[in-house]
Every structure is written in C-alpha cells, then in structure tokens.
C-alpha cells in the first residue's frame, strides 16, 4: 500500500477518467456514513467498451503512481466495473446501468465534493 491519500486516488482518477471523456463525474464523501469507504468515484460511459476503458484508464494512471486496487468487480459485464482502492472506490457504470442504481440518490445524504477544478473545460459553443 503505497502512502497516497484519498485526495490524490481521486484526483488521479477523476482526470484519468475527464481524460478519456466520461460523463458525469461525480465524487460523494461517505465517511461519517459506512465503513465501505471514505469516497465513492462515480463516473459512466456510453458503451461497454468505454466503460472498460474508463476503468483501465484509471487502474493505468493509478499504478504508474504505485497504488493498485485491492479488489476489481464487474470488469466482465462492463455494466458497472468497481475498483476498489480502499478509501476511495471508483464506480465506472454503463450509461442506463447507472440510471438504474442510481447510487446517487442511495448516497445523497453524503458530501458532494466539488471536482471542477480537476475536469478540462470544454470549449463553450454557444
């Protein structure tokens, strides 16, 4: 277990993830809530392949810096591919899989933590 600490885990991903064009990422502070974890990373793409790619993406960026995931589930389906790096777990969803879930709503008494300074700003066209 690398010394990494969950900002960085969710800095690294939420890029890794804007990097590769997902949509609607979102990170939820759970701490005072479970003892899953500290932070859920939520993010989706529209196909199957680009939901793989999103998790390989951040699973990529992560291990360059040395921290692996302890568990992977999901990867097979690519509906709803969870890694789990301890105090943070990424959720990478399929477009309706995640609609249907709806983690949000099941975590919305948790902290919405603002990542607008971690995204690229798309260029505005209107």
């Known amino acids: 277990m690398s010394g990494m ?3 960085e885990v969710i800095e ?3 890029k890794a ?13 759970i701490r005072d809530l479970t003892v899953i974890a500290d932070y859920f ?3 989706n793409g529209t196909s199957t392949t680009q939901t793989k790619a999103l998790a390989d993406e951040v699973e990529y960026q992560l291990k360059e810096k040395g921290r692996t995931p302890q568990r ?18 990424v959720h990478v969803f399929y477009k309706e899989t995640r609609q249907f ?13 603002d990542i607008s300074h971690l995204l ?4 505005a066209n209107d």
């Open 5 to 7: 600490t969950a900002d």
């Open 41 to 43: 990373v939520i993010a």
């Open 12 to 14: 690294i991903s939420v």
């Open 17 to 29: 993830l804007d990097s590769k064009r997902a949509e609607n990422i979102r990170v939820i502070g």
């Open 72 to 89: 992977i589930e999901g990867y097979q389906g690519a509906n709803w591919i969870v890694l789990d790096y301890g105090d943070v777990v």
């Open 120 to 123: 690229k700003k798309e260029p």
């Open 101 to 113: 879930y709806d983690l949000e709503r099941l975590w919305s008494d948790g902290e919405n933590i």
